[in-house]
């Protein structure tokens, strides 16, 4: 996953709206979300090299999705698949809090990420980008986010874009499926001018810096819509993409939320 922008608690009618994008090479092999036979209660994507998945959310509202921190200085391989985090997190029990204390020892041993994980309450976010004695996973106030290749709320062109399309389109109607995949669906390049304060003014950096991303073998391989509402109801819709940026296929999934194990 490669760009989120989300509404987390900003209103009672939708505790939860999300619009991502997935940038991935077109080669790795990738099987669409559904709902998982060996893991029933899970609906995501899977990532057939590794096993992970980069984002999901389970019948009882636990929600998870991870990116890729950018950083040029640390290229070499990690010995452990970012993508098994939301997973583990999403076929456990643990609260996001729990989960995320129990990683912080192990952080290093994975490529640089970023973390959101939640449930029906709460959301936190945690990266592995700073030193260790530094790393702490945060709760998140109410608001809208930002999240790309750099920790959260990073100020970045398509971020930007991004939150503000999202905060028009809440102030002005609900949420659907087509008006959130505009939140993340713009395809124009930013300005050089607007990369060199992140040091990201490459002529690759620029040809990424899109939203929506077609660059021949890599690109934008899905866009992944969701939202929770007051009736305890999440609607998710995810489009897949060809190395052209067309739309090759469509899952969609609308299911009651149900209480965890334990709870009345």
């Known amino acids: 996953m490669c760009l989120l922008i989300f509404a987390h608690q900003t209103s009672t009618r939708n505790p939860l ?16 979300s559904q ?7 899970l609906l995501a994507g899977k990532d057939l090299d590794q096993g992970g998945t980069w984002m999901g959310m389970t019948r009882d509202g636990r929600f998870a999705a991870i990116t890729n921190y950018r950083d ?5 391989a990690a ?11 999403l076929t456990g029990q643990q609260d996001p809090q729990a989960y995320l204390r129990g990683i912080e020892a192990q952080a290093a041993e994975y490529a640089g990420f970023n973390l959101l994980l939640g449930d029906r309450s709460s959301l936190w976010y945690f990266t592995n980008s700073q030193p260790a004695e530094e790393r702490a996973a945060l ?3 109410p608001g809208i986010y930002g999240l790309s290749n750099a920790r959260l709320d ?5 971020v930007d874009l991004g939150k503000a399309r999202l905060k028009t389109l809440l102030d002005t109607e609900p949420p659907s499926h087509d008006a959130l995949a505009t939140v993340v669906g713009d395809r124009c390049l930013a300005d050089l001018d607007a990369l060199h304060p992140h040091g990201m003014a490459s002529e690759m950096d620029q040809l990424l810096s899109g939203q929506f991303i077609v660059a ?16 305890g109801l999440a609607s998710w819709r995810e489009l897949s993409f060809n190395e052209l940026g067309e ?11 149900v209480s965890p194990p334990g709870c009345v």
């Open 216 to 231: 021949g073998r890599y690109g934008t391989r899905s866009s992944t819509t969701l939202w929770t509402d007051s009736a």
């Open 154 to 158: 990073t100020l970045w062109p398509k």
């Open 17 to 32: 709206v999300v619009a991502a994008n997935r940038d991935e090479f077109h080669a790795r092999p990738t099987a669409v």
């Open 247 to 257: 739309i090759r296929e469509v899952q969609e999934y609308e299911f009651a939320l």
């Open 79 to 89: 010995p452990r698949s970012r993508g098994e985090l939301p997973l583990d997190y």
């Open 72 to 76: 040029p200085s640390r290229t070499a």
């Open 139 to 141: 709760r998140l106030q």
């Open 35 to 41: 709902f998982w036979p060996e893991h029933p209660a």
